[in-house]
């Protein structure tokens, strides 16, 4: 498909005519208007014939006395900043760039630079404002609504460069037309439509963008293989791989960072972020690249940076105590308020004590009221935990989202300390439910959990739930008596199991119990627990348990990608999936983890 040249990395927009209309009609005020015609004269006299002539160097003088005049004709601050950064005065020229991006030209190609331009500064505003010009001079014009749709894309705006697609071309054959909607339509998650208009788009010639709009949709229908097949479509249609442009680089930068493809995917990344700095959705992706890699604070800083209102970032200092000691500011509490899952809340609760320690003032935990209690067993004052619904916004000043603590303060990758758990179960709960157990001498308790809940299943891509018979070899260990710490979704999978005698006699009192400070204690009598990804995971990891992690091909930030053991939880061993090994063979692997651990066959 062949698209008109556009802003850099973006695609395209109509050839520029770089001379002033003559006779054009001009839109200054009636006491403007005779200044404004004597400078456009000068202009077309004396300094297009140089230009023609390829000799802007002798307009020069014209050029710096128009300047000087203050005149309104954006092209002469244009020419004069071209002329400076020819001579090497960079200076002059990024003030005559400037000027000139703040007088809109009266040449709708001219101001149409002028727009992107400020798209490629990074100045939204002002790129808006032209955009909105150009379109108000002529509301049909077909390039000014191109390069408005463009604007809106680039800004990620999808759904509004969708309405205005539909209002201003309705249904329409244009293959720059149905090239934007394709990628509205993959931006917004339409992966049906997105295929059916990209494919489209091919059918009227070869086109990087539609290739990457198939890639990210196809991706999102889990349709992996041909997905990577459009990626590499997309990038040999590229005639430099290392410069491809915006928005084929952060289409495929999604897919295969998705994948696990880290190489490419930080390649591409990199060039959408140059097109695309304050991208929220970037910003995002690449702290999740970074977090993936183990760069554990960069990675929070990148992702916390992504979710904040203006971009940024506190620092530390701004938590410290401001006053001297003995007064109100060393009283005030710092306050962490769990924004996340309940995994989240019991792996970010051990910056409680460090910062008060650091900080040496209060800290106050505000989670979700399934965590309360196992908290305010593992942690004393200064240390206090509350329910979230009792926050208040008065202490808005003091509060901190509890994964941002990683983001301001630091992670364990330069605190190692942060690397140790600080989770501890009710001992009182513990003796109950060592007696409740009852567990026979030389038996083993091996703890095991098979399913996330409803909801993390529906949005993983690959699932990590793991079928209960999968089990099976490990029930074959001599001395081994599992207790399930299923809860909810998947449970009702042990009604049939055919293994089911080899669970403790009391494990429908324990499927009764569904206070998580009982399931700590139940999790600190297992030699062993063995899981898929989810809660219990961070509930053995945070109670130092003996843990075998079952992780599907592409498991989350948390667990990295080629490590097998936790940098947040020591205790962790990670057993993962790939094509060529099933659930089966990695339940066969962990019977092979226990046998080194003593637990014999």
């Not at 802003?7 to 209309?21: C, D, L």
């Not at 009609?25 to 230009?51: A, G, I, W």
């Not at 992966?191 to 949709?217: D, P």
């Amino acid at each position: 498909m062949s698209r008109p040249s556009a802003a850099k990395g973006f695609g395209g927009s109509a050839k520029r005519n770089r001379n002033v209309a003559v006779g054009r009609p001009v839109r200054k005020r009636t006491d403007e208007n005779s200044v404004f015609r004597s400078h456009q004269t000068l202009y077309q006299q004396h300094v297009l014939p140089c230009m023609h002539q390829g000799n802007l160097s002798q307009a020069e003088p014209i050029l710096k006395l128009l300047a000087q005049s203050k005149t309104e004709v954006a092209e002469v601050y244009r020419d004069l900043a071209d002329l400076y950064e020819s001579h090497q005065r960079l200076d002059e020229a990024r003030a005559c760039r400037e000027l000139w991006l703040s007088h809109p030209s009266e040449e709708e190609s001219e101001l149409l630079s002028q727009a992107e331009a400020a798209v490629r500064l990074d100045r939204s505003q002002l790129a808006a404002t032209l955009f909105e010009t150009l379109l108000k001079r002529d509301p049909t014009e077909y390039a000014s609504r191109i390069a408005v749709i463009r604007q809106l894309i680039l800004q990620e705006c999808f759904l509004d460069a969708r309405s205005r697609i539909e209002s201003w071309f309705g249904e329409t054959s244009d293959s720059v037309v149905n090239e934007l909607l394709c990628i509205c339509a993959v931006e917004l998650q339409q992966s049906e439509l997105a295929c059916l208009l990209a494919q489209a788009c091919l059918q009227e010639g070869s086109s990087a963008v539609a290739h990457a709009v198939l890639a990210a949709a196809l991706h999102q229908q889990s349709r992996e293989s041909e997905a990577f097949g459009h990626v590499n479509s997309a990038m040999a249609l590229c005639s430099d791989p290392q410069f491809m442009p915006w928005p084929v680089s952060r289409l495929l930068a999604w897919v295969c960072l998705d994948q696990n493809r880290l190489e490419q995917a930080e390649q591409l990344l990199g060039q959408a972020r140059l097109d695309q700095p304050l991208s929220r959705h970037l910003l995002d992706q690449w702290g999740e690249l970074q977090l993936l890699r183990g760069n554990w604070t960069d990675g929070f800083r990148y992702r916390s940076i992504s979710r904040s209102a203006d971009l940024s970032l506190p620092s530390a200092d701004a938590f410290a105590i401001d006053g001297p000691p003995g007064t109100a500011s060393e009283d005030r509490p710092l306050i962490l308020a769990s924004d996340g899952t309940l995994g989240d809340a019991l792996l970010f609760s051990r910056y409680a004590p460090w910062i008060a320690a650091l900080l040496g003032r209060p800290v106050h935990l505000y989670v979700q009221p399934p965590v309360l209690n196992l908290l305010r067993d593992s942690y004393q004052p200064p240390i206090e935990v509350y329910p979230i619904g009792k926050l208040e916004t008065r202490d808005s000043e003091l509060t901190l989202p509890m994964q941002d603590a990683a983001a301001v303060f630091g992670a364990c990758d330069r605190h190692p300390v942060l690397a140790e758990p600080r989770l501890k179960a009710d001992s009182v709960l513990v003796d109950f439910w060592r007696q409740t157990l009852g567990l026979e001498d030389g038996e083993r308790l091996i703890g095991i959990n098979w399913n996330g809940s409803a909801l993390q299943s529906s949005r993983e891509r690959l699932s990590s739930d793991i079928p209960l018979h999968a089990f099976e070899p490990l029930s074959r260990l001599p001395g081994v008596r599992f207790v399930s710490l299923q809860k909810g979704f998947g449970a009702e999978q042990l009604r049939d199991c055919p293994f089911v005698n080899r669970f403790v006699s009391c494990q429908k009192q324990v499927s009764k119990e569904v206070r998580l400070e009982s399931m700590a204690a139940l999790t600190t009598l297992c030699e062993w627990v063995i899981c898929d990804d989810s809660g219990p995971a961070h509930l053995a990891g945070g109670l130092r348990c003996p843990t075998i992690l079952l992780l599907p091909e592409r498991a989350g930030w948390r667990w990295g990608t080629l490590c097998s053991r936790s940098s947040w939880y020591p205790s962790l061993h990670l057993l993962r999936r790939s094509r060529s090994k099933g659930w089966n063979e990695l339940m066969l692997e962990a019977c092979d983890v226990l046998a080194s651990e003593r637990i014999t066959t």
